[in-house]
């Protein structure tokens, strides 16, 4: 099983900006689909970004298209999510998710492993 990590959330303003980062200690880490999600209170999970093993594909769910940006450096093991314009309406628990292949990078019942999450608190 991979073990993930996430760092980097906070507090921040509305309009400010966050980088959260997902690593592993994995060598598989790298060979795999890696995606976002957030959940709200007594909400399910929320797909948020992927991005493919080799970073030429990534995906984004529309309400953060164009304020998130997913990347990835294989060479750290590590994924980013860098949120900007952020708004009371993204604070939530952001967790990072690896699994093979990239279909259904959407749901998160496709994914194999789970970190704990990291909470992103926007005030306004």
């Known amino acids: 099983q991979v073990q993930l990590v996430e760092s980097g959330g906070g507090l921040v303003q509305a309009g400010g900006s966050l980088r959260l980062s997902c690593t592993s200690s994995?060598?598989?880490?790298?060979?795999?689909?890696v995606g976002w999600f957030r959940q709200f209170p007594g909400k399910e999970r929320e797909f948020v970004a992927a991005i493919t093993a080799n970073a030429e594909l990534t995906y984004y769910a529309d309400s953060v298209k164009g304020r998130f940006a997913i990347s990835r450096d294989n060479a750290k093991s590590t994924v980013y999510l860098q949120m900007n314009s952020l708004k009371p309406e993204d604070a939530a628990i952001y967790s990072c998710a690896a699994k093979f292949g990239n279909p259904y990078y959407y749901v998160p019942e496709r994914y194999s492993d789970w970190g704990q999450g990291t909470q992103v608190t926007v005030s306004s």
């Open positions: 994995e060598r598989t880490f790298n060979r795999n689909t």
